[in-house]
């Protein structure tokens, strides 16, 4: 079956401008993670996901973040007024049921340039 | 406060060679301990998953280990398709991943 994909796989923009990142989980999965990956950096979490809950936004590094999730499928991240500090690959996974033993399938990432 | 560190950054080894990968953990509410592999271009792809310390699982030439305070990822006789980066993680009781910065590992043929 279809893994978890993200568009789009590359995005270069304009410091100031707004951009809106993809993800799109394996299907029937109800639990989604968005991350951080700065070059040579770990994964920083962002966003959780789980069902109806509401979301742990504790990640986010400022309100020019925000993420949802529409009919518990497809994830949005979006960035506004970016700043060249917010470059960096966005990665999305998904969990099937967002119990610890699940294993995290991830996406291919976005890798986003602000220039 | 909740962190993963990962040693070293970057190790290089000649085919043949073992080694470990060294990652420690101070994260309140263990409940797992994540290896996943990283190649160039690509999303992690899942390895193991460690719950209690000495916990031990083994997949081809790779063995990961858990303590109570750091997990080991043992390469033996690698090979040059190993190379890639490896990235560990900590989950919490809420389900939330911590994770270490990765060791890059070359592996010369």
């Known amino acids: 079956g279809a893994g978890v994909s993200q568009s789009p796989s590359n995005k270069v923009t304009e410091k100031g401008k707004d951009v809106e990142l993809r993800c799109d989980p394996i299907s029937g999965h109800t639990a989604l993670y968005w991350y951080r990956q700065s070059l040579g950096q770990g994964l920083e979490f962002l966003i959780y996901f789980q069902g109806n809950s509401a979301p742990d936004k504790s990640g986010l590094p400022s309100d020019r973040f925000s993420a949802e999730r529409t009919g518990g499928s497809v994830s949005t991240l979006t960035i506004q007024r970016t700043q060249q500090e917010d470059s960096a690959v966005y990665l999305c996974?998904?969990?099937?049921?967002?119990?610890?033993?699940?294993?995290?399938?991830f996406g291919p990432g976005t890798r986003l340039l602000v220039l | 406060e909740d962190q993963v560190t990962q040693s070293p950054e970057a190790l290089r080894l000649q085919e043949g060679e073992s080694s470990s990968l060294n990652c420690s953990y101070t994260?309140?509410?263990?409940?797992?301990l994540f290896w996943y592999r990283q190649d160039p271009g690509k999303g992690p792809e899942f390895l193991f998953t460690?719950?209690?310390a000495g916990e031990e699982k083994e997949k081809e030439r790779l063995k990961a280990t858990l303590t109570k305070k750091e997990s080991f990822l043992h390469i033996t006789a690698p090979k040059p398709e190993d190379s890639a980066t490896y990235l560990c993680a900590a989950a919490n009781n809420f389900n939330k991943f911590y994770f270490g910065s990765g060791t890059k590992l070359n592996v010369k043929p």
């Open positions: 994260v309140s509410g263990l409940r797992g």
């Open positions: 460690l719950y209690s």
């Open positions: 996974a998904s969990q099937a049921g967002g119990r610890v033993d699940e294993t995290q399938y």
